[in-house]
């Protein structure tokens, strides 16, 4: 299974590279590879190619692993990141510094929706715990349902009373790739690194969590604190990842879904095989945007919808959609 899903990256990289508005042929990609001297334009859109490929994989992996970890700590099969309020965080945050503070910078508006993912997060997993039995899986889900609800009625209501948050907003809520720059990529890069180690080195925990809160206890797990640290990992991730390219749907819960399918229930499995097909996922999303209605581009988080919600339809009427 890991060789055929990095036999599926490396060919979903190469699509990318090659295909797009403007076509590229094999030797192009040989001379931009090899230093060879190139056209100008043809080097450029090579060279902006090759970045958005790489936030592609990296943002599809985390949106991945954000997916794994939280339908491993909620023992949900159909949990996703946005069940914790992230994206619904995200976008009020950037609303309100775009209508009330006159924040309109991309990197503003990535540092707003970092704060805000982090804060709702913060407070679904607070006031989840509120209670003897802390913060169980269906607590959680509850309330960042609850939460997301709220913000998006807010932000709507912002946007309604600020057309000009309405005019910036639009095209980082749908989800994109485009214009990425590597100088924006390494300071993001880093909490997405410590976000996947978190939720590595909980796949032992998680599977024990399969097992109920009083079996894992028993097994020696403290539950609670474990739940709390790779809630943090997951936060880290699909904060980091929503922030950096906008809310993408459907991707943190088709990619373990998938794998779980596949390899069975083991975490240990899931997690970095989610990862590869979550790179993957996305990077084909991306391409297929370029592509279908040329020359005009389609981002990739209206692609991933398009992909996405055929799969949840069918994932939710079927009987292995309620089952772990």
Not at 38 to 56: F, G, H, I, K, N
Request: hydrophobic share 55%.
């Amino acid at each position: 299974m890991t060789a055929a899903l990095v036999v599926l990256l490396a060919l979903a990289v190469v699509s990318s590279i090659f295909w797009g508005t403007r076509d590229v042929g094999v030797n192009t990609v040989w001379n931009y590879f090899t230093h060879a001297d190139l056209p100008a334009m043809t080097e450029a859109v090579l060279d902006q190619r090759s970045v958005r490929t790489l936030w592609a994989g990296t943002i599809g992996a985390a949106l991945a692993l954000a997916g794994a970890g939280m339908q491993g700590v909620t023992r949900n099969p159909l949990g996703d990141p946005g069940i914790l309020g992230v994206n619904a965080g995200a976008a009020f945050a950037v609303v309100v510094g775009i209508s009330l503070l006159g924040i309109n910078s991309s990197t503003g508006m990535a540092g707003l929706a970092f704060i805000g993912a982090g804060i709702t997060s913060a407070l679904v997993y607070g006031l989840a715990s509120v209670g003897r039995d802390g913060a169980t899986p269906v607590k959680l889900a509850l309330m960042g349902a609850a939460i997301s609800a709220g913000l998006g009625s807010l932000t709507s209501a912002l946007i309604l009373n600020f057309s000009n948050a309405l005019d910036s907003l639009r095209k980082w809520q749908l989800g994109s790739v485009a214009g990425s720059s590597m100088e924006e990529f390494f300071p993001g890069v880093f909490l997405l690194i410590a976000g996947a180690l978190i939720i590595g080195l909980g796949a032992r925990s998680i599977n024990n969590f399969a097992l109920g809160d009083d079996m894992a206890t028993a097994l020696g797990e403290n539950v609670m604190l474990k739940r709390f640290i790779i809630f943090i990992g997951i936060t880290l991730l699909s904060g980091t990842a929503t922030s950096m390219c906008g809310p993408i749907a459907f991707l943190g819960l088709m990619a373990p879904h998938a794998l779980r399918a596949l390899v069975g229930p083991d975490y240990r499995a899931i997690i970095p095989l989610s990862a590869l097909f979550g790179a993957a996922l996305l990077i084909v999303a991306d391409t297929v945007g370029r592509v279908i209605m040329p020359p005009e581009e389609i981002q990739v988080g209206v692609t991933m919808v398009v992909i996405g919600v055929p799969v949840f339809i069918y994932l939710v009427r079927t009987k292995k959609a309620v089952e772990l």
